[in-house]
């Protein structure tokens, strides 16, 4: 494989800057690696054509001195964000041939900033699931092997696709959506840095609504600093969606490597679970010491409704969804599947458009929602959420800048082997995560080492609101500490 599919961004920009390589050489060597992976089933879309369009272009702005700040940087885009012109389906049967006619706020702002399309990668359908075995188009296999075995694990979902590209080098970055830890849970099972910006901070326009409060979009990368530079084209407020927040993008980059002498990390007892793996304990104790070895303050802290965050959140999520997705009836866009009569239209296209997690999240979702029921459980659910978020805010007024917890309860497990009789198993993945979505805070994932079987696992960061720069500070800590992670290459 060639060398240029292996850098960073931050080196990726500096080789093209001096003009060691061209945007369409580095466009071409991950094009060729793409098709030689295949059997990843990382990209549901490859846009290899318009992607030279893109370099070339790039190229030619590098030669006039007016590049970007990511100039020929070829990136993948989960399929959940529209991209004008090219298929866009949130891997749903439902929307598997629609070509948006407008441009996601989030991608329009990388191509913006002179970002390359290489296509659109593999999420569980409509971002509902942890393993990105829900997607229509079929499951992502992880990069990642247990050792001595050849066993196909899952990348982690919903973002698995974008995941899975950038740990096999398929591309030097991507985005993702996390609604309940679809970054940073596919980041950790894949070795690779996932952020959850905070909400508002990056605009929801032209991204396949999944749970509207919760949904954030953000970016993944091999290294802290790669997210840090993403994040800045990502970011910004946007007008077009009324929970953009305004207010200024700071130059995250600058962040990486600053120190964290004096910062105060919060470590919440109650993400000290009954069954949690000896070695992810073990994993934890590792990150306190690194961030203690760099100067910061290790407190214990309390955020004593954690346990209540799990099932706000299939309460909250699916009921936003089930409101979400009644647009997908049939009449404008998407499968149509004629009936009898109207409503026979309708039972017809949305029976055969969704897969089974979609339709469970769906009756799920309208059941909370149905007069006898809306108070004893959405309303509930919402108080929870604001007891979440109160927990959050009380740590942050005793002066703690950040949580270090574990990203993951496990590493990836095998394709086919969780949620198949009991789907409670598979939720039971987002629970050191879902708590961030709740509460709209900044989280980031970043690879903290390997367990006994060879497999990756990650720490995560929670920041106060708006302070995603402390989660690149930290993390760049762990990041120096533990190094870097790669899969050995098994598919080409
Ligand atoms: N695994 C969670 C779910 O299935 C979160 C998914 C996400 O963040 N999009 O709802």
Redesign the pocket.
Known sequence: MSELAKLTIAAARDGLKQKTFSAVELADAHCAAMEKARALNAYVLETPERARIMAKASDARIAKGEAGPLEGIPLAIKDLFCTQGVRTTACSHILDNFVPTYESTVSGQLWRDGAVLLGKTNN?EF????SNETSFMGAVTSPWRRKGSNTPLVPG???GGSAAAVAAHLALGATG???????R?PAAFTGIVGLKPTYGRCSRWGVVA??SS??QAGPFARTVRDTAIMLRSMAGYDPKDTTSVDVPVPDYEAAVGQSVKGRRIGIPKEYRIDGMPEEIERLWQQGREWLEAAGAELVEVSLPHTKYALPA??IV?PAEASSNLARYDGVRYGLRVPGRDIIGMYEGTRAEGFGK?VRR?IMIGTYVLSAGYYDAYYLQAQKVRTLIKQDFEACFAQGIDAMLTPATPSAAFGVGEKGGADPIE??L??VF??TV?MAGLPGIAVPAGLDGQGLPLGLQLIGRPFDEETLFSLGQVIEDAAGRFTPERWWA
């Open positions: 569980d971002a509902m699931g942890s979902g919903s973002s959506t996390d609604t309940g830890g679809s970054i849970q999944f749970a919760l949904d959140y299939y999520a997690e999240r598979m939720y993945n987002d995560t879902v979505n």
